[in-house]
């Protein structure tokens, strides 16, 4: 059994309010030190051993469903 | 005419819809379960609002691989009307029938609340019986309802008149005040360029009745009766 990490974040450009309030919020806990900040999910992804093609795979269902290409862009870790 | 409302796991104004055509609009309508491919001949399809799969990952996200999905993609797009309302609106941006996406609403809140529409494209077959400007008073329930696409994107909508809807005041103004939920240019609803399919947040179904506190909604519908008695006259 293997495991790969999918990484999907908000494209550039795209509005984010919960990372906007969520560093407001730092601000008000007295951390000003931070310009923005971004809010983003990963997947973790348990793969059988004997899985095949298993990054073009990958690839396809983070552009089905794990990730909106309309409003997020999506990395699987290496 | 007949409608066939769909029922996802987690739909929650499905009754509304179908209470609203059966016994306000006083059309046939049935319900097409998620499971089913069947659309039991319906003529005009009715996403509805809620929650489908507890809105996990994503509003809309699960929903679009749904059985029921694929007979109403196939609908859409031999030119089926179709209308998706606030969940709905998501499931159809995430199925790619309606171009753009609703990401969580600029306040992070919840908004539940009447608000003012103003018809700005009245040549649909959902707003005939409106005059371009007319303001309809409808409500939203939404938490993620803010309409988001790139600034091209949004330009081919405007040019092709496809916002049907904008969040407006009382008296028509589309301005930041009347905005419930940071949408690009106010945007309430859109069809897709071929017209005849619609997604809005706000929920028509929701204003059929005064006791409701509005019967602006009811416009739609009338909208719908009208494009289907001019099929039918039409042969």
Same mark, same amino acid.
């Given at each position: 059994m293997s495991k790969k990490t999918v990484y999907v974040r908000l494209k550039e450009g795209v509005l984010d309010p919960q990372g906007v309030t969520i560093n407001k919020s730092l601000k008000q806990m007295g951390y000003?030190? @931070?310009?923005?900040?971004? @809010?983003?999910?990963?997947? =973790?992804? =348990?793969? /059988?051993?004997d899985a095949t093609d298993i990054d073009r795979k990958l690839n396809e269902v983070c552009e089905k469903l794990l990730s909106n290409p309309v409003i997020e862009n999506f990395t699987v870790e290496k | 005419m007949k409608f066939g409302v769909v029922t996802f796991p987690g739909s929650n104004c499905d009754y509304d819809a179908y209470a609203a055509v059966r016994h306000v609009v006083g059309e046939d309508v049935e319900f097409l379960w998620h499971k089913s491919n069947d659309l039991l001949n319906s003529d005009v399809i009715i996403l509805p609002g809620g929650f489908t799969y507890g809105d996990y990952l994503r509003s809309g996200a699960i929903a679009k691989f749904a059985p029921i999905m694929e007979s109403v993609i196939k609908f859409a797009n031999s030119g089926g009307r179709v209308i998706g309302i606030c969940n +709905? @609106?998501?499931?159809?941006?995430?199925?790619?029938?309606?171009?753009?996406?609703?990401?969580?609403?600029?306040?992070?809140?919840?908004? *539940?609340? &009447?608000?003012?529409? /103003?018809?700005? #494209?009245?040549?649909?077959? &959902?707003?005939?019986? *409106? /005059? #371009? +400007?007319?303001?309809?008073?409808?409500p939203i329930a939404h938490g993620e309802g803010n309409y988001y696409n790139f600034d091209g994107d949004i330009k081919t909508l405007e040019d092709n008149n496809q916002i049907v809807f904008r969040y407006c005041d009382e008296n028509g103004d589309v301005n930041a005040q009347s905005n419930p939920n940071g949408s690009i240019n106010n945007i309430a609803g859109i069809?897709?360029?071929? +017209?005849?399919?619609? +997604?809005?947040?706000?929920?028509? =179904?929701?204003?059929?009745?005064?006791?409701?506190?509005?019967?602006?909604?009811?416009?739609?519908? =009338?909208?719908?009766?009208?494009a289907f008695s001019k099929v039918s006259i039409g042969g």
């Open positions: 000003d030190d @931070f310009i923005s900040v971004r @809010f983003g999910k990963f997947f =973790e992804l =348990e793969i /059988k051993d | +709905g @609106f998501q499931v159809l941006t995430e199925s790619g029938l309606l171009p753009g996406a609703l990401i969580r609403n600029d306040h992070l809140r919840f908004s *539940c609340k &009447y608000v003012y529409l /103003k018809v700005t #494209n009245n040549q649909t077959d &959902y707003t005939s019986v *409106c /005059k #371009n +400007g007319d303001v309809l008073k409808i069809m897709n360029k071929e +017209g005849n399919v619609l +997604g809005m947040m706000p929920h028509p =179904e929701r204003a059929v009745e005064q006791l409701l506190g509005s019967t602006d909604g009811l416009r739609l519908f =009338e909208s719908l009766q009208t």
